[in-house]
Structures are given as C-alpha cells and as structure tokens.
C-alpha cells in the first residue's frame, strides 16, 4: 500500500503537467506567434488535443489540425492559396518531430530513481538533460 501511495505522485503530478501544457502554455505560446488569440487557437485545438491524448499519436489529427488552421485563416479573412499551400506541408511535418508529451515522459526517469530509493543527485542533471 505504501509503494501505490508512492506511486500516486507520480500519476499526480504526470497529470498535472499535462493539463499546464496542454491548456495553458502551449496554446499560449501558439497565440504569441501567430495573429490569433489564446481563446481562439484553444476552442479550435481542443478537440484535436483530445482525440491526440486519447490515441497517444499526433498522426490521426494532423488532418484535423490542418483544417482548423484554415478555419481560423477564413474567420479573419488571412485565407490565400499560399496560405493553404503552406498548411498542407507544415502541418504534416508536425509527426516527424517528437511531440511534448515524450519529451515530459522522458521525466519518469527522475521518478523511477526516485521511487527506488536513489535520486539523481545534482551532478547527475547536467548528463541527465
């Protein structure tokens, strides 16, 4: 019972670092670099975040994203053919770069030793990051 509760930091703090990202800062970081707010690039990356964290793969959204994108170029009038043309190559390049929640996967090593009684120690990170 003792190691479940150990092991409940972290499922806690797994989900708790997915819900920053995926509501917060990367919908943030997103609306800073292109001319389009943080509530419009959230209501229109919603459901693709959802269906990708429920499928654990960026592939079967990248349609999905790619007219989104488009949708939100219509709304302020940005649609061109270049526009759509630079959308169709983008978007799918998105699948061969690893994704955000592999890099804060990669964390669980720092929790396994952790949980095995053996922290990283600060000289550990540097060769660690």
Do not use: N
Not at 74 to 99: C, G, M, N, Q
Request: aromatic share 14%; proline share 5%; glycine share 2%.
């Amino acid at each position: 019972m003792h190691e479940i509760s150990r092991l409940q930091i972290y499922l806690w703090v797994y989900i708790a670092t997915w819900i920053l990202l995926a509501v917060f800062t990367l919908p943030m970081l997103v609306a800073r670099a292109i001319p389009f707010t943080y509530s419009e690039v959230f209501r229109e990356a919603w459901m693709a975040m959802m269906t990708a964290f429920a499928t654990e793969t960026v592939l079967v959204v990248l349609l999905m994203v790619a007219q989104k994108t488009k949708e939100l170029l219509s709304k302020r009038d940005l649609k061109s053919e270049s526009a759509d043309s630079a959308i169709d190559i983008l978007v799918p390049t998105a699948y061969s770069f690893p994704s955000v929640g592999i890099l804060v996967g990669i964390r669980f090593i720092l929790f396994a030793s952790w949980f095995i009684g053996a922290p990283l120690i600060v000289a550990e990170y540097p060769p660690y990051a």
